[in-house]
Nanobody, 118 residues
Framework: QVQLVESGGGLVQPGGSLRLSCAAS????????MGWYRQAPGKQRELVAF???????NHANFVKGRFTISRDNDKNTVYLQMNSLKPEDTAVYYCAARNDVSEPFGSWGPGTQVTVSS
């Protein structure tokens, strides 16, 4: 079983930046990929980006060029660098992990709030 804990959320002005962190513990050797999802009030949870154990990344079109996912294997931590933030990026951001390419993301962190407002 994998435990995930996010940090780094907060209030930022439009155009600003934040970096989210997700620390993984437990059965980390079983992780195939880790990702970031977000959920805004009244909306469905959506995938923002993910990174595989081999370092391959995928970003949703609505964040391409603004957000970057990365990982530090020594620290068992995944990051989401968010630049040029917009009010519509306001959401709770969740870290997730999946154990195989054929499986859905099954391990989740509690989430961290990101609010973009002037």
């Amino acid at each position: 079983q994998v435990q995930l804990v996010e940090s780094g959320g907060g209030l930022v002005q439009p155009g600003g930046s934040l970096r989210l962190s997700c620390a993984a513990s437990g059965s980390i050797f079983s992780i195939y990929a880790m990702g970031w999802y977000r959920q805004a009030p009244g909306k469905q949870r959506e995938l923002v980006a993910f990174i595989t154990s081999g370092g391959w990344t995928n970003h949703a079109n609505f964040v391409k060029g603004r957000f970057t996912i990365s990982r530090d294997n020594d620290k068992n931590t995944v990051y989401l660098q968010m630049n040029s933030l917009k009010p519509e990026d306001t959401a709770v951001y969740y870290c997730a992990a999946r154990n195989d390419v054929s499986e859905p993301f099954g391990s989740w962190g509690p989430g961290t709030q990101v609010t973009v407002s002037s």
